[in-house]
């Protein structure tokens, strides 16, 4: 997920909406990608009822939320993946719509959505575009994978001026493994004012860097393998070379160098919910996403 600033600059958001949409399916589908692109489905398959396993699925579309003062229901477009209803698609992220989505899939022997598959997506809340996309296990466990997803990632930032970025297990684009740790709701609010996560790749603003002492003190910290000024804006952090080497005590170093921009709270990583049945045990869930379980006022006071 990345998310950037909608106004000023809109020009921007919508060059890298499009970038984003044009980018991911071709450098995180891979040769599944390639399928969907050279040979649709038919367009009765946008129809779940007409699968069978084995057959891919791929739609695109679009939801606008009309004025205020529009009583009717919001604008909404969706289509069967084609060349036409593709580059329809990318004519309406001119627009930056409420919503855009792209999702291809193999329909499976049980009947749902299975793998290979990947979806991008966008959404606008609260004057922020958010980027989004999920990718299969495969890739991502795969360290040249883990680049792709990097290089697909920077592209965009370099034009968008990004203000957060998250590369995470299980999360939803709503909130962000730091924002869910913290059970903290209004991030995306309050994404100019607090960083909305860091981990394996973090993104900083231009003045979130000078709050924490700049790009000097970022470098020669010793907690990144990458430390680079993006060309729009921010700054570009990786901490270890491979998502597997990221790890409880790379996620401290980093808490004690960003805590002047993190938000208050302190995160806990084990989180319990109501339990299934009325006197049971609550339910015991473990975030799979590491964060530092500390609070940034132990150090900003």
Same mark, same amino acid.
């Given at each position: ?68 003062? &529009? ?46 598959? &990947? ?78 996560? &860091? ?46 080497? &990221? ?55």
């Amino acid at each position: 997920m990345l998310t950037l600033p909608a106004e000023p600059g809109r020009e921007r958001a919508v060059r890298a909406a499009r970038l984003w949409f044009e980018r991911c399916p071709d450098r995180l589908g891979g040769e599944f990608a390639a399928t969907v692109r050279d040979n649709p489905p038919p367009p009765d398959r946008i129809h779940l009822s007409q699968l069978s396993p084995g057959d891919i699925w791929a739609t695109v579309g679009t939801t606008i939320q009309p004025p205020g003062d &529009y009583e009717g229901e919001p604008l909404e477009w969706d289509a069967p993946y084609s060349a036409a209803s593709w580059q329809e698609l990318l004519r309406k992220l001119g627009e930056l719509p409420s919503v855009a989505a792209f999702g291809a899939s193999t329909w499976s022997a049980r009947g749902w959505h299975g793998p290979p598959s &990947y979806t991008v997506d966008m959404g606008i809340d609260y004057g922020f575009v958010e980027l989004g996309s999920t990718i299969d296990d495969a890739l991502a466990n795969d360290p040249a994978g883990q680049r792709r997803v990097l290089a697909a990632v920077r592209e965009v930032a370099e034009v968008a001026n990004p203000v957060a970025v998250a590369v995470a297990t299980n999360f939803k684009r709503i909130e962000t493994p730091l924002e869910r740790a913290l059970n903290r709701f209004q991030g995306r609010a309050e994404a100019g004012s607090w960083l909305r996560n &860091y981990g394996w790749l973090t993104v900083l603003s231009d003045e979130m860097t000078e709050r924490v002492g700049g790009l000097h003190r970022l470098r020669s910290s010793g907690a990144f393998v990458e430390v680079e000024p993006l060309a729009a804006g921010g700054t570009w952090l990786v901490a270890t070379d491979t998502w597997d080497e &990221y790890g409880p005590e790379q996620a401290n170093r980093l808490f004690e160098l960003l805590a002047p921009v993190l938000p208050p709270g302190r995160p806990q990583l084990t989180q319990f919910g109501a339990p299934v049945t009325p006197g049971g045990e609550l339910v015991r869930t473990a975030l799979p996403n590491v964060v530092a379980e500390r609070d940034p006022r132990e150090i900003t006071g």
